[in-house]
């Protein structure tokens, strides 16, 4: 799963999961679901759908992490500079929930810059 979402930003579906494991799709389907009772992923509700795997979001958020022309999307600034801290140098930008004002925070070589209180 993790490996899905870091390489394509996308979380498989329940028949790719079931193909790249060897497993059927009935094995998977329960699998995520037990994962999800035990609060170690997301799904969407009432489906079989990953919403999301710590640190990556499967759907679109504010927070959006760029590396070399490739994006993901993270569910806060916490799991976005993870994904960063995962992946490598980018830039991880959002905005500002008093002002609205765009956010931008980069990391290179391990070092983040930027303007922001991440709290």
Do not use: Y
């Not at 329960?30 to 799904?43: C, E, K, M, N, P």
């Amino acid at each position: 799963m993790i490996q899905t979402l870091s390489r394509t930003g996308a979380a498989p579906s329940i028949a790719e999961t079931a193909a790249s494991t060897g497993g059927s799709e009935a094995a998977v389907r329960t699998a995520l679901h037990a994962l999800a009772d035990a609060h170690r992923l997301v799904l969407v509700p009432g489906t079989d759908t990953v919403r999301m795997a710590h640190p990556f979001s499967a759907v679109p958020t504010d927070f959006v992490v760029t590396i070399g022309g490739r994006r993901w999307f993270a569910n806060c600034v916490w799991d976005g500079l993870s994904i960063l801290g995962l992946l490598g140098d980018g830039t991880l930008t959002t905005h500002s929930p008093a002002t609205r004002k765009p956010i931008e925070l980069t990391v290179t070589n391990g070092t983040v810059s930027g303007e922001a209180l991440v709290h």
